[in-house]
């Protein structure tokens, strides 16, 4: 093993999980021997994704090829029919690989267990938000019209969240799994996604600190929503959607609330200047 | 022997982080450096070397536009610490300021040669991800990195050198630099 390549190779073995890494070994082994070897043909190749994998030194790297990433894929769609019976966890992947035909040891590929379906019907939902908005976009500019902010919104986290609702039964056990201090990093990522793409959809031009402020609060909202859904009993979950946009307005109130509140103190600090330049007048001060 | 190779999806996630460091990082630099010639002028203006510093401060102006646009452009995260280095900057710029017009360049020659270095080896990064894609953003980067070191320039020849304390000022505003150019590119 070459100790140069050695320095790069534990993030990215600790990333591909027990499966992953086990081919990672063998395939890095090869590699190896072929860098240092006589594989000059392929040397070329392996210099440049060395040279990307060079790049990221902090961050995790995910050494997955495409092939083992599609068989991922495929077994954790596979899984989802199974969450209503086993919950967001291992089982369900194993049953989910079992249907396909494959082993049931292939869960060693999936270290989180349970939070890498949830992580994947979260991801898969948010793709299917970005084309809902994308579409929603379209239309409106073929219609001419402009984007109503406030409409769209509601509609964009309604669209979102009603794509738990099939799972609702187990959706408290996935918000609870994503809560976990593993997977925190994970779950701060998606909701990121959610938000940054609604607002991105929306036509957000913005390029400062309120970049964060806009997307913070309607994380907040977001996630108060979900909460309020899994317990909501109402028909169609009309309450839900009643909830949502009191907490839209709450938002718009409080940006006006800001507004409001500048513009107070813009006209109270106008006032004690001039309180002052007067008091200096009376007492004879202004000669200075 | 199977040979690992990275994929696709791994290879464009690679290049957009990249991107997005870069677009990130030089927005907030051009924010810090637009508040502390701003700085510089809050004390200069009136005196001579007031116009040459304003000129300099249109410059970096044109710059952040360019930056404020891209940042929308390519979805960039913005830092979240621009409002520290709105802050900062202008302390800097009048600080410097404050030690008199040699003061006020030595800073601006310290910056810039900071600048102008990391430019370089954003070009460099550029270069070695994909030279083709990345055209446009290289040839952005190297006319900015062209003006700043016309700004370095400018100040060495305003005397920036004879600023009290010259070497230890310039590496101590290096140092801070460099560090703030760390943070931007993370947080």
């Known amino acids: ?288 | 022997m199977s040979i690992r190779r990275i994929s696709q999806r791994a290879k464009d996630e690679k290049t957009r982080k990249l991107l997005s460091r870069i677009i990130r990082v030089d927005q907030a630099g051009e924010l810090g450096a637009d508040r502390i010639y701003a700085g510089q002028i809050a004390v200069l203006g009136n005196t001579p070397v007031g116009p040459i510093i304003q000129e300099m401060k249109e410059q970096e102006q044109e710059h952040l536009e360019t930056f404020n646009k891209l940042i929308v452009e390519k979805r960039v995260r913005p830092t979240a610490l621009l409002p520290l280095w709105n802050i900062a900057g202008f302390a800097l710029g009048a600080g410097t300021a404050l030690l008199g017009k040699e003061g006020a360049m030595a800073c601006t020659v310290a910056v810039e040669s900071v600048i102008g270095e990391h430019y370089n080896s954003q070009i460099r990064d550029l270069m070695e991800d994909d030279p083709e894609k990345h055209k446009e953003l290289i040839k952005k980067l190297s006319k900015f990195r062209d003006d700043e070191l016309h700004h370095h320039d400018t100040g060495l020849e305003h005397d920036a050198e004879k600023a009290p304390m010259y070497d230890a000022l310039s590496q101590v505003i290096k140092v801070g630099c460099i560090g703030a150019i760390w943070l931007s590119e993370r947080i």
């Open chain 1, 1 to 288: 093993m070459s100790t140069s390549t050695g320095d790069r190779n534990p993030p990215q073995d600790t990333s591909s999980g027990p499966g992953g890494s086990a081919s990672s070994q063998t395939s890095n082994g090869g590699y190896n021997t072929q860098r240092t070897g006589q594989g000059a043909q392929y040397s070329d190749e392996l210099d440049n994704s060395e040279d990307l994998v060079s790049e990221v030194e902090e961050e995790e790297m995910p050494e997955e090829t495409e092939e083992e990433y599609q068989t991922k894929q495929a077994v954790l769609k596979a899984s989802l029919p199974f969450v209503h019976q086993y919950g967001w966890t291992k089982k369900a992947i194993v049953a989910g690989a079992e249907s396909l035909g494959m082993p049931s040891m292939v869960h060693g590929m999936f270290p989180r267990g349970g939070a890498e379906l949830v992580f994947y019907f979260y991801e898969e939902s948010n793709k299917e938000l970005e084309s809902f908005l994308k579409q929603k976009v379209t239309e409106l500019k073929e219609k001419d019209e402009k984007i109503k902010t406030g409409p769209f919104i509601h509609d964009a986290i309604e669209t979102r969240l009603r794509m738990i609702i099939p799972y609702i039964d187990k959706w408290p056990q996935a918000m609870a799994i994503q809560t976990l201090p593993q997977n925190a990093v994970q779950s701060w990522t998606n909701l990121s996604r959610v938000v940054d793409d609604i607002w991105f959809y929306a036509g957000d031009k913005s390029n400062d600190f309120n970049w964060y402020t806009k997307r913070g609060s309607l994380a907040a909202v977001y996630k108060s929503t979900e909460i309020y859904l899994i317990q909501d009993r109402s028909e169609d979950y009309t309450d839900t959607w009643n909830f949502l946009e009191n907490r839209l307005e709450d938002v718009v109130s409080a940006g006006h609330l800001a507004r409001n509140l500048q513009e107070t103190n813009t006209v109270l600090s106008e006032g004690a200047k001039g309180f002052c330049v007067m008091t200096r007048n009376l007492l004879g001060m202004n000669n200075r």
